[in-house]
Nanobody, 120 residues
Framework: QVQLVESGGGAVQAGGSLGLSCVVS????????MGWYRQAPGKQRELVAR???????NYADSVKGRFTVSRDNAKKTVILQMVSLKPEDTAVYYC??????????????WGQGTQVTVSS
C-alpha cells in the first residue's frame, strides 16, 4: 500500500518561515512528478509547486521567489521550504505524487494534508 506521510506546517507570523516534508512509503517502481497543493477555506485546491524526477520545477506565481521545492529520490521525499510567509498563504497543504507501483500501473496519490496558518 502506498502512502504519502506529511510533516511540518503549523502557525507562524507574517514574514516567518516554515518547512513541509512528505515521504512516500510502500513498494513502488518509480515516482514521477511530486509536488504540493493547497486549499484555503472556501477556495479550490491549487498547485503551489512541483518538481519532476530530474529536478525541473514550476511554481504558482503567488509563491515564486518565496517557496522552494526540492526532492530526494533515494529517500522518496519532497520538501517545501517557505519563507516570507503571508496571511494569504494560510491553507491546508497537500503533498501529491505521480507514482508507478509497477511499470504498468500509474496513479496520483495524496497526503492527508497539513495546516499552515500565517497571522498578520
Amino acid at each position: 500500500q502506498v502512502q504519502l506521510v506529511e510533516s511540518g506546517g503549523g502557525a507562524v507570523q507574517a514574514g516567518g518561515s516554515l518547512g513541509l516534508s512528505c515521504v512516500v512509503s510502500g513498494s513502488i517502481f518509480r515516482i514521477n512528478v511530486m509536488g504540493w497543493y493547497r486549499q484555503a477555506p472556501g477556495k479550490q485546491r491549487e498547485l503551489v509547486a512541483r518538481i519532476t524526477s530530474t529536478g525541473v520545477t514550476n511554481y504558482a506565481d503567488s509563491v515564486k521567489g518565496r517557496f522552494t521545492v526540492s526532492r530526494d529520490n533515494a529517500k522518496k521525499t519532497v520538501i517545501l521550504q517557505m519563507v516570507s510567509l503571508k496571511p494569504e498563504d494560510t491553507a491546508v497543504y497537500y503533498c501529491n505524487a505521480d507514482i508507478q507501483r509497477t511499470v504498468y500501473t500509474r496513479a496520483d496519490y495524496w497526503g492527508q494534508g497539513t495546516q499552515v496558518t500565517v497571522s498578520s
